[in-house]
Structures are given as structure tokens and as C-alpha cells.
């Protein structure tokens, strides 16, 4: 199978990582106007330097045009002080240009969050008139182009999902509650009850160790896969694994953790394991989940503190989210977190430290990656891959199986500078001899 237009955004070749360089051309341009000022300084103490005005009883005439020459070298139209006041105005200009393209793109992200905020808030205060800020387009394009097949109409129009998760919090404004989308997350996130996480060892394997991203993402979907053990009659009841990767002479060079995606559908008030609804929700509010918990014991347990090796976070879906909400509190609590592999997950609200390098995969026509109504953020360390593959059900087009881990074969064959980059710092995870998985299930405390 092959994906078909794939594009990537930010990473070394993005936007983001052009404004570093703009910055540190401003700062280069100050050192050097600096120097200059410095070099013109230097250069005036010859004007009253002793041996040369003691030079002017023997040649005065020769004195003079030097001293002529000296002080239109330094302070002249074009002499060094002039130029180094020029190259300074050119580094505060570089300076300035970097902020405003920044600014300009907070303001549009705002701006496109408000347009949705007020949609909404139109649709519930009056439909008749919402087509005037946008929420008629969409209800236009439901009568107009849906057949009755909620899920083909859906798989075709995935782009509605980031307007209707936009607009509900103006709508619920309309009713009275006023909030914006992370206090509607928070509000939510409130319903389900969440708890401290009891980790299992489950198991001890060494599977062939990764040498790319396909094979990460492959792993990524053994540990999906509850039915594919030993034992067919008897899913599999962990939801986590370690990976230990190590070198020919047996040291550690680093830890991969596969986190799979949503395992539970359950209703606000209930919890059903780590993997339910409730962590998702949980997580895309900020909170520091069970399940997320629960990675940082099975690390513990692993090993990874002590040996301060490299550690990757990969996931799928709730797993992408969890993955990259926990790089925070990992790296502060002494984990050595240097990258994340998301596929398929709403991960744009989500701060991420800038030495943690992100590679997220998204697939155009499925609807998860919409449910934060934002874009990834175009980051020297954020690398986003979208793509197009349409196999016309929710589930096809979120799936890893031929569909992200047919792109990760894809983008292993090279081609783009930011993905190329982020494969460049894979060495620790991609480069071993041998590996030893551990296995974990996370619980609820209380629950059995």
C-alpha cells in the first residue's frame, strides 16, 4: 500500500526553525557591529597618539593627511562607526522580523479558535443567521451531500470535525457557561475520576530490536493487538511495553515505550482500566493520567532512571496523547526523554519540552487527530507528516496497520531534511544488537 500526498510541516526545514535563524542572525549581526564599534574605537587613538603628533616637527604635511585620512576611515559617511551603527540597525531589524512572524502566527491560531467560538455561539443563539460566521456551511453541506451513510459522509468531510469540537464552547456560552475549549476539557475531564496506577510485570521477551521507523510502528501495533500472543483463546491483558535496546557489547543505549490507543468507550462517572475514554480526556486536558503514571513506573522498573539511557515514547491515538503530555513531567522527574512518535493523535494544544524531538503522523481523512480543532505546532523540535488514505471507515483510516505504518516505510526511504533530521537522532533505539521487551499491565488502584 502507498500513501499518496504527503506533506510535512515544521521540524529543521519549518517555519519555526527559520525564526531560530533569523534570531541568531540578529544576534551574529550585533557581535559584529560590536566589533566594528570596538575596531573604530581603537582606531581614534591614533588621532592623539604621541609618536605621531611628535611625527608632525618632521613631516607636517604627512601628519596631516593622515590624520585626515584616519578620521574619514573612522567617522566618515561610510567609515566604521557609521557602518557599525548600520550592521546594528540590520540585527535589530532581524530581531524585530522574527517576533512579528511569530505574532502573526499566535494571532491567526487565535483568530482561527475565535471564528469557531463565535459559530458556535451563533448556531445556538440563533440558526437562521449562522451562516453569517460560518456554522450555515456546515449544516449546507450535511443536507446537501449526506446519503445516509453517517460514516462515509463523515470519512469525507473529516474537516467538520474541527469546526464542530471549535464551536461547542461557544455554544455552551450561549447557554449561559462561559469558556473557551481548554476550560470545556477541564469541565469534562472532571467527570471521570481518575486515580493512581498499579503496574504488573506481565512478561519478558526479545523480539528482533528496530532499525526504523516501520519497525517502530510495527511494534506499535503487536502491542495494539490484545489477540496476537500465544495464547488466541486469552487476549492480552497488558498495555505496555518497554523495549531495552543495547549495543554488541551489551550496554544499554536506550529504552522504547509502545503505548497503545483506546481500549474502553465508557461513560463520564465510570472508569474502565487505563486505556478507557477517561484518560483521553484526562490527558488532552493536561492532566497527569493514570495511564501516563503508569509509563513512569514501568521505566522505573526498567531500569531507565538509572542508566539515564535515551528514551522514546511511541503511540497510537490516546497513546500519541499520553505519550507527549508525559515528556514533562519525565524529563523532571530524571528520565532522559529525547523523542516521540505519535500516529494518529490530537497532539497540536500540547506542550512539549524543545529538546524532545516529535514526529507526528497524520492521516488527512482520519477524524482523531481533528478532536483537539488544532494545528501541531511548527517547531524546530515538532515534525508533522500529513497524508491522504482513504479506506472509507472511522476505523481504516485510524488504524497503524497498512495505513501509518505504511507511511513510516515510506518516509524511511528518505527524502525530507525535518523527517530525515529526526531519523538522524534515532541511533540509540534503531542502531542495537540486541533488545529485551518488558511487559506491563496498568491498572486503577481499586480496580481489579
Known sequence: MTVKNIEVSGGAGGFDAKYEDLAKMGD?????????????????????EPDVLASSLLNPG??????AAMAVALDGPNGLTATSAGIGLRGEALKATRIAYEMADELAAKGLD?????????????PLGAAVVGGGAIATDVYLNYDGDWEKWLVNHPGMVDNLVGMTPGMLSALGIPMDLATSLDLLAATYPDSDAKVSDSRTSNPDEPKNLGDLLDGLARRNDSTAHEDKDNPDPANLDVQIIRDANGK??????????????????????ANDLGTNVDAMAGNNTVLQKGIEEALRRAGAQDTGAPVMLVGHSQGGIVAAQSTTDLVAHGYNVTHVLTAGSPVGRIDVPGNVQVLSLENRNDIVPRLDASENPDGANRTTVQFDNQQNTVAGNHKIEGNYAGVARQLDQGGNPSVQRYKDGLGAFTGGSSSEMHTYRVDREGEQ
Not at 29 to 34: E, L, P, Y
Open 28 to 48: 551574529l549581526t550585533a557581535d559584529v557591529a560590536g566589533d566594528t564599534l570596538k575596531t573604530a574605537a581603537a582606531g581614534h587613538k591614533f588621532l592623539v
Open 62 to 67: 604627512g601628519v596631516v593627511k593622515f590624520e
Open 114 to 126: 475565535a471564528g469557531r467560538w463565535f459559530a458556535g455561539l451563533a448556531v445556538a443563539t440563533n
Open 252 to 273: 544499554v543505549t536506550g529504552y522504547v515505550v509502545d503505548v497503545p490507543g483506546t481500549k474502553e468507550w465508557n461513560a463520564p462517572f465510570t472508569t474502565k482500566g
